[in-house]
């Protein structure tokens, strides 16, 4: 059964970082990636990043340098590292991953990302 679970959430105040983690049980995952749910907003892309290392981010963060995803292959890990947060990065950050054949879709539970001060 896959698993995803996630790490790294927590309150922050403004300009500051977090890193958020997610391991993945399983094998054999193409794209893996991060979308955001803010209150009374639909679930949106952040980034995700291909099993080659090919990344994309939403047009809500491009252009912000201090977002990035990675991803770890052998650990079956992809990392969000945000530095110099917003107060509308705040929304819960859930993990993505798919399957390299058939394109099946797994979820994390959620992690809830707080930028206040």
């Known amino acids: 059964q896959v698993q995803l679970v996630e790490s790294g959430g927590g309150l922050v105040q403004p300009g500051g970082s977090l890193r958020l983690s997610c391991v993945v049980s399983?094998?054999?995952?193409?794209?893996m990636g991060w979308y955001r749910q803010a209150p009374g907003k639909q679930r949106d892309l952040v980034a995700r990043?291909?099993?080659?290392?090919?990344?994309?981010?939403a047009d809500s963060v491009k252009g912000r340098f201090t977002i990035t995803i990675t991803r770890d292959n052998a650990k079956n890990t992809v990392y969000l590292q945000m530095n110099s947060l917003k107060p509308e990065d705040t929304a819960v950050y859930y993990c993505?991953?798919?399957?390299?054949?058939?394109?099946?879709?797994?979820w994390g539970q959620g992690t809830q990302v707080t930028v206040s001060s």
């Open positions: 993505n991953a798919v399957r390299m054949f058939g394109g099946t879709q797994y």
């Open positions: 990043i291909t099993r080659g290392g090919s990344e994309t981010y």
């Open positions: 399983g094998s054999f995952f193409a794209d």
